[in-house]
C-alpha cells in the first residue's frame, strides 16, 4: 500500500532528484494534509467553537493567541528533532498531533481548548521539522523549492479536503466530531509513515554536507522580520473572516465549507506555482511578489468588505498569495544555518509564531468594534514590511560576491 501510494506524486519530479524522495513523496504529503487538516479547521469555525466552550470570538481568539505563543518553544524543538531520526521525530508528532485534537475536541471551556490547541500546534512543529530535516539532507538547495513547493501543498489540501470534510461532518452532526475525522487521519498517516520511511541518524547525506548557505549570518534578522510579519499578515484574516462571513452575510457552517475548499483550491495553485518557478525566479523575489499581491488584495478587502461578491474573491486571492509567498519563502529557512537545516526551520517558524500570536488578539477586537475593514488594513500593513525585508535580502545578496 506504501509503495502505492508513493507513487502518485513521482512524476512530478524527474530523475535528478533522488529516488528516495520520489518514492516517498505522496506518502508524506498525504500525512502533512491530515495534519493540516486539524490545524486550520478551528479558524473558519471560531465562532460556532467560541459558542461550545461558552465564550465570545475574542475569548477563543486570546486561546488561539496562547497556542500561537507555544510557537516561541520552537528552537528548542529545532534542538531536539536535530537529534532524532527522522522519522521518529515524524511519527512523534502525529501521535501529539492526535493527542492535541482530542484534547480541543473534548473541551468545555477556552482554557482546555487552549491546551489543546497547544499540543497540536508543539507537535505538528515536530512533525514539520523532521519532514523539512528529511528532504534538506536529501535535497540541494538549488533544487529544493520544487520538493517543498509539492509537499507544501498539503497545506491547500488541508483546507480543501480536510477542513472541507469535517466542516461538512460538522454541518450534520457537531464540530467535535468534525475534529474526531481529522484525528482519525492523522493516526492512520502514523502508522504509514513508521512503516514507510526507513529511519537515519541526521544530517548524512550529501546535500547536507556540502551545501553553501546563501542565507548569511547578516541577514537572518532580515528574514525573521520578514517572516514575522508575513505570517502575522495571514493571521489578521485567518481568524477574523469566517466570522465576517457569519456575522456580515449569514453564512452557514455548510456554506463556510464550500468557501474552505475555494480557499483550498486557490492555495493550491498558489503552492504548485511555486513548486514550478521559485527556484528560477528566486526565493526572495518570489516571497516579495506574493507579500505584494497580498497587500493590494488586502486593501481591496478593506474597502468593499461590505459587498461579498467583491469581497469574498479578494479574501481567497489575499490567502492564496499569501500561501505562495511562504512556500517560496521556506527553502531560505532551511539553509538559515548550515548544516542544521531543522535549527533554521525552528527559527523561522518561531519569528512566525510570533507573528501570528501577536496578530491574534488585536485583529479579533479590531473586527468586533469595527468590523472587517481594520483587519484587513492591518494584514496590507503587515505584509509590506515583508515585502521590504525580502528587497533588503535581495539586494544584500546581489551586492555580495
Known amino acids: ?116 490547541l497547544t499540543v497540536v500546534s508543539q507537535s505538528r512543529l515536530t512533525f514539520d521539522l523532521g519532514l523539512g530535516s528529511w528532504t534538506t539532507d536529501r535535497v540541494p538547495y538549488a533544487q529544493r523549492s520544487r520538493v517543498m513547493g509539492l509537499v507544501e501543498i498539503s497545506w491547500a489540501l488541508g483546507l ?107 492555495e493550491l495553485i498558489a503552492a504548485v506555482t511555486s513548486s514550478r518557478r521559485t527556484d528560477t525566479w528566486g526565493k526572495e523575489r518570489s516571497t516579495a511578489v506574493g507579500a505584494t499581491l497580498m497587500v493590494v488584495a488586502s486593501i481591496g478587502l478593506a474597502i468593499w468588505h461590505d459587498r461579498v461578491v467583491s469581497a469574498l474573491p479578494l479574501c481567497i486571492i489575499a490567502i492564496a498569495v499569501f500561501e505562495f509567498a511562504i512556500v517560496s519563502a521556506i527553502p531560505l529557512s532551511t539553509a538559515a544555518i548550515v548544516g542544521s537545516p531543522a535549527r533554521g526551520m525552528a527559527l523561522m517558524v518561531g519569528a512566525g509564531t510570533f507573528g501570528r500570536a501577536t496578530a491574534s488578539i488585536p485583529a479579533t477586537r479590531l473586527y468586533e468594534r469595527f468590523g472587517m475593514a481594520w483587519p484587513a488594513m492591518m494584514s496590507a500593513i503587515l505584509a509590506t514590511g515583508t515585502v521590504v525585508a525580502m528587497v533588503v535580502l535581495h539586494r544584500s545578496h546581489v551586492r555580495k560576491p
Open 1 to 116: 500500500m506504501v509503495d502505492i501510494v508513493g507513487t502518485m506524486l513521482h512524476r512530478a519530479l524527474d530523475d535528478s532528484i533522488p529516488i528516495e524522495v520520489r518514492n516517498r513523496i505522496t506518502l508524506l504529503t498525504a500525512a502533512r494534509t491530515a495534519v493540516n487538516s486539524c490545524v486550520r479547521f478551528a479558524p473558519p469555525f471560531l465562532a460556532v467553537i467560541a459558542r461550545g466552550n461558552g465564550t465570545t470570538l475574542a475569548g477563543i481568539g486570546i486561546a488561539v493567541a496562547i497556542s500561537e505563543l507555544s510557537g516561541l518553544l520552537s528552537p528548542l524543538n529545532g534542538e531536539i528533532v536535530e537529534r532524532l531520526h527522522r522519522r521518529t521525530a515524524m511519527v512523534l508528532g502525529l501521535l501529539g498531533v492526535v493527542l492535541g485534537v482530542t484534547v480541543a475536541a473534548s473541551s468545555v471551556h477556552p482554557a482546555m481548548f487552549a491546551v489543546g
Open 160 to 266: 480543501l479536503l480536510g477542513v472541507s470534510l469535517m466542516g461538512f461532518l460538522t454541518a450534520a452532526t457537531n464540530w467535535r466530531v468534525g475534529y474526531g475525522l481529522g484525528a482519525a487521519a492523522v493516526v492512520l498517516s502514523a502508522g504509514l509513515i513508521a512503516r514507510g520511511i526507513a529511519p537515519d541518524s541526521g544530517p548524512h547525506t550529501r546535500a547536507t554536507r556540502t551545501a553553501r548557505s546563501p542565507v548569511k549570518v547578516s541577514d537572518v534578522a532580515v528574514l525573521v522580520l520578514g517572516m514575522f510579519c508575513l505570517m502575522a499578515a495571514s493571521q489578521s484574516l485567518f481568524v477574523t473572516f469566517g466570522s465576517w462571513l457569519v456575522d456580515a452575510f449569514d453564512f452557514t457552517p455548510t456554506a463556510l465549507s464550500v468557501v474552505a475548499f475555494g480557499l483550498g483550491f486557490a
